[in-house]
Structure formats: C-alpha cells, structure tokens
C-alpha cells in the first residue's frame, strides 16, 4: 500500500505563485509514475502533469504547461508542483497519484491524496 499526503494550498491572487508537495508512505514509489490531477465542483478530474522514474521527461496538459512544474525527490520519495502564473481559472482541489509502471494522462491511477484546495482569486 501507498498513503500519499498532499500539502502547499491556500488562496493566491491572480499571476501568482504556489508550490504543492505530496509526501508517499508506505513503500518506495521511487520506480512508479506520480501525477497531478484537479478538479472543481461539477467536472470531472482533469490530469495536469506526471512524471516516471529518474531522468525520465515529465508531461503536462496543454492548459498548464509553461506555467506549472512538476518534479520528484526519489530519495524522500517526494512530487512537487511549481504554479506559477496562476489564474482564476486554476482554482481545483489538487490531487496527487501514483501507480506502477508508465505516467499517463488518463486517470487510472492505483493510489491517491486526499487532495488540497487551491484558490485563485483577487
């Protein structure tokens, strides 16, 4: 089993910035993809980023991408998302994930946070 425990929320004004961690437990996630995902009352969860095992290229969803980061301590068993840029529009509670093998962008991930809200707003 993996506990994944997000953290790095709050409200920010627009073209600000923001950083979420997600901290893994459990067992090493350090050979498994871990994503970012969102999602607003209403909507389905939306994939943002994710990122595979060690020097491998991460991937982004066309609305985030230039503005958002994600990168990965396999050490401390650790993803992080860099918001930059942000936008009202980004407002979501954000999700961390993890699954074996691949990183895709669909959401068939084997384990995920409990989620943190971001808030984009003047």
């Known amino acids: 089993q993996v506990q994944l425990t997000e953290s790095g929320g709050g409200v920010v004004q627009p073209g600000g910035s923001l950083r979420l961690s997600c901290a893994a437990s459990g067992r090493s996630i350090s050979g498994s993809a871990m994503a970012w995902f969102r999602q607003t009352p209403g909507k389905e969860r939306e994939f943002i980023a994710a990122r595979g095992w060690s020097g491998s290229a991460p991937y982004y969803a066309e609305s985030v991408k230039g503005r958002f980061t994600i990168s990965r301590n396999y050490a401390e068993n650790t993803v992080s998302l860099r918001m930059n840029s942000l936008k009202p529009e980004d407002t979501a509670v954000y999700y961390c994930?993890?699954?074996?093998?691949?990183?895709?962008?669909?959401?068939?991930?084997?384990?995920w946070g409990q989620g943190t809200q971001v808030t984009v707003s003047s």
């Open positions: 994930a993890a699954k074996a093998g691949l990183p895709i962008m669909s959401d068939f991930y084997d384990y």
